[in-house]
């Protein structure tokens, strides 16, 4: 069975400030990581995805997630928050053995502050 | 652009109704899915389809049912809505195909039961 967990249910950051999101997986064989936001009221946005390769993967908007297979996380960053970016984020996890089902976190709140 | 559309953003409806929520995808994608939103749960996949007329259980079908007689549309049923299905739902298409694994959404429909 895959899991996914954000320790996390909110993050609060001043604008201009590094902004991290944590995430931690478990999933049998070689997982498929994601990261999406949600703004309110509407659905998810694809924001970036680790498949394979370099363990640093760059997405939209700025943010980056790190990979780290030993201590099973894949940790979402932005250099500088803008507070644009305050918004819900959902890391999520994907076995490549399923039939294409995602296991989602529980979502962690952003806050970016002026 | 890959579109997910779903059929109403915002629907309200009586206990003992029947409901259907309608997805449809422009990318000929073979997999579909429904989650519920509840807030401090994440995403719960109620139901997913790999083909037409082919379906699987997700982690909470109970009260739910589907319908996929085409690729591109993909019909949730709540065959007797209840106040515990109030809830945001998302609908998602993903190809199963390598390097192209990240699901796509819709912008979801807020549904009440009163």
């Known amino acids: 069975a895959q899991s996914v967990a954000q320790p996390e249910d909110q993050v609060n950051v001043a604008e201009g400030n590094p902004l991290t999101v944590k995430c931690t997986y478990s999933v049998s064989g070689n997982p498929y990581l994601f990261w999406y936001v949600q703004y309110p009221n509407r659905g998810l946005q694809f924001l970036l995805k680790y498949i394979t390769g370099d363990n640093l993967v760059k997405g939209s908007y700025g943010f980056e997630a790190e990979f780290n297979k030993s201590q099973t996380s894949f940790h979402l960053k932005k250099p500088s928050a803008l507070v644009s970016d305050s918004a819900l984020y959902f890391c999520a996890v994907r076995a490549t053995d399923s039939w294409g089902k995602f296991q989602f976190g529980a979502g962690t709140q952003v806050v970016v502050t002026p | 652009d890959v579109k997910v559309t779903q059929s109403s953003r915002y629907l309200v409806k009586r206990t003992g109704e029947k409901v259907f929520l309608e997805c449809v995808q422009d990318?000929?994608?073979?997999?579909m899915f429904w989650y519920r939103q509840d807030p401090g749960l994440g995403l719960r996949l109620i139901y997913f389809?790999?083909?037409?007329?082919?379906?699987e259980k997700g982690d909470i079908p109970e009260g739910y049912s589907v319908s996929r007689e085409k690729k591109e549309r993909f019909s949730l049923i709540l065959e007797s809505a209840s106040t515990n299905q109030t809830s945001m739902y998302l609908c998602a298409s993903t190809s199963p195909a390598e390097g192209r694994a990240e699901a796509f959404f819709g912008q979801g429909t807020r549904l009440t039961v009163v």
């Open positions: 389809s790999y083909d037409v007329k082919m379906k």
């Open positions: 990318m000929d994608h073979e997999n």
